[in-house]
C-alpha cells in the first residue's frame, strides 16, 4: 500500500479507510436477507476491499477474458491504419503547474456544474472520499467503487496543482458513472470504453483553464492526451509481430488488447469532446445516456445501441486535435 500525506485530503490511510467499509459491510449483512440482491452485492464488494487490503491473496491467472470480438488481425488493421507520423509538440511552454489560479478554477469548473459534478464532488471529496497517495507514477488516481454502500473511494497522487486538479476531474467522471449506471455492479461487463468519458472530462478541463486565463495548462493537458494516443499507438504496432508467437491465453495477449480497448476509449473521449464542441446540449444528452450504460454493456452493444460508426473510431479527431495543438504552438512562436 502506499504512504499517506494527510495535508489537503483525509487524515486516514488508504488501508484505514478500507478496514471501516468492512466493518460497514459487515454491519449490513446482519439485516440482509437470505439470497438477496443485497447480500450478493455485499458479499462481491467484500472481496473487493480483501483484495485491496491484500493484494498477495489474490489468484494470479494465466488467462483473462476481456470480452474483445475483435481478432487478432483485426486489431492489427486497426493500429496499422491509425498511425501518426506527427512531429513531436514540445518545448514551447514553461509551465507554473503550482499555480494558485488551478485550484480556484477547478472550484469554479465543479461548481458551475455543467457535466453534473458538484453533488458527486460534495459526496466523495467533501465527505472524506479522497485520499493522496505517494507513488512512482507522476500523474495517477484511482477510483473505487462500494456498490452496496453507494460510496466512491478516490486516491490521486500529491502532486502539482494541474495534475491534482486534472486527476480530480477524471476520477470524479468514474464516480458519476458509478452512481448513475444502470444495473447491477456484479454484472460489470468489461468493455473499451470505461475510460471515455473522464478522458473527455480532462479535454474539457483543458479548455476551461485555457478559457479563464491559463493557455499554457490547457495546453499541457491537451498535449498528454494527444501524446498518451501516440504512445499507445507506437507500442502496439511494435508488438504486432510479437503475437503471432504466443499462445492466445497468454498473459502477454492480455496486456496487449489491453492497450488496444485503452486506445479504442480515446477516441471516443475525442468523438464526444468534438460533438460536445459544435453542439454542448445535444452532446449531454447522448454523453450522459452513454455513461449510464457503458457499465453493463459490452462494445459492439454500445456501438449499436450508440449509433457509433466508423466515424467514431478513426483519424479525424486526433488531426484536429493536433491541428489545434500546432495553432496553439505557432502562435506562442510569434509571440
Request: with cysteine.
Amino acid at each position: 500500500m502506499y504512504n499517506i500525506r494527510p495535508k489537503g485530503g483525509s487524515a486516514m490511510t488508504v488501508e484505514e479507510k478500507y478496514k471501516q467499509i468492512l466493518v460497514e459491510i459487515e454491519k449490513k449483512f446482519k439485516t440482509s436477507k437470505p439470497n438477496s440482491a443485497l447480500l450478493l452485492q455485499l458479499e462481491s464488494d467484500k472481496k473487493l476491499i480483501l483484495n485491496c487490503l491484500y493484494p498477495e491473496l489474490v489468484k494470479k491467472s494465466s488467462s483473462y477474458d476481456l470480452n474483445i470480438k475483435e481478432t487478432k488481425d483485426e486489431i492489427s488493421s486497426f493500429v496499422i491504419n491509425h498511425q501518426l507520423y506527427f512531429c513531436p509538440l514540445s518545448g514551447i511552454y514553461f509551465i507554473n503547474k503550482n499555480n494558485k489560479d488551478i485550484e480556484k478554477l477547478f472550484n469554479s469548473f465543479i461548481n458551475e456544474d455543467v457535466f453534473g459534478l458538484k453533488k458527486i464532488y460534495e459526496e466523495v471529496i467533501l465527505n472524506d472520499g479522497l485520499t493522496y497517495v505517494e507513488c512512482d507514477q507522476p500523474f495517477w488516481g484511482k477510483n473505487l467503487f462500494i456498490s452496496s454502500l453507494r460510496r466512491n473511494l478516490i486516491e490521486i497522487r500529491k502532486s502539482n496543482k494541474l495534475y491534482e486538479a486534472t486527476s480530480k476531474v477524471h476520477e470524479l467522471g468514474h464516480a458519476k458513472t458509478n452512481v448513475e449506471s444502470i444495473g447491477n455492479p456484479i454484472r460489470l461487463k468489461n468493455n473499451s470504453f470505461l475510460e471515455s468519458y473522464s478522458i473527455f472530462l480532462e479535454l474539457v478541463f483543458a479548455d476551461y483553464l485555457k478559457d479563464n486565463g491559463l493557455k499554457k495548462e490547457g495546453f499541457e493537458l491537451k498535449l498528454l492526451v494527444f501524446r498518451h494516443i501516440k504512445n499507445l499507438i507506437k507500442t502496439l504496432y511494435e508488438q504486432l509481430s510479437e503475437y503471432k508467437n504466443r499462445g492466445e491465453q497468454s498473459r502477454f495477449d492480455y496486456f496487449y488488447e489491453k492497450s488496444y480497448m485503452a486506445l479504442k476509449s480515446y477516441y471516443l473521449s475525442l468523438h464526444f469532446y468534438f460533438l460536445y464542441k459544435d453542439n454542448q446540449k445535444d452532446a449531454l444528452k447522448i454523453i450522459n445516456s452513454f455513461i449510464k450504460e457503458v457499465k453493463v454493456l459490452d462494445d459492439n452493444e454500445l456501438i449499436k445501441k450508440f449509433n457509433l460508426n466508423q466515424k467514431c473510431f478513426s483519424n479525424d479527431n486526433v488531426y484536429k486535435l493536433y491541428r489545434e495543438l500546432s495553432f496553439e504552438k505557432s502562435r506562442a512562436k510569434q509571440k
